[in-house]
């Protein structure tokens, strides 16, 4: 069973999509550093984050920092769905 955003969830994943956005499309803002940091927590996960729907649900908000501003685009467009 995949594991099932709660609205507050699902609320600070789009407050993330959306400031994750407004960075990678600020000039001069440095996108490889903050797709590297977030791969190295993905890579590395919290204690207590590194199995199953806890996995999901630690990487998942990495993963929305680590999408390219297109893919972020069709997320908002989508409202997160």
Not at 10 to 33: E, H, I, Q, R, V
Not at 46 to 75: H, M, N, Q, T
Request: hydrophobic share 45%; with cysteine.
């Amino acid at each position: 069973m995949a594991y099932e955003l709660k609205p507050f969830e699902n609320g600070m994943l789009m407050a993330l999509a959306s400031l994750t956005y407004a960075l990678k499309k600020s000039p001069g803002f440095d996108g490889a550093a903050l797709d590297a940091a977030a791969k190295f927590f993905t890579d590395i996960p919290a204690r207590g984050c590194s199995d199953g729907d806890d996995f999901d649900a630690y990487e998942w908000p990495l993963s929305v920092v680590r999408r390219s501003v297109a893919d972020i685009e069709k997320l908002l467009e989508n409202k997160g769905n």
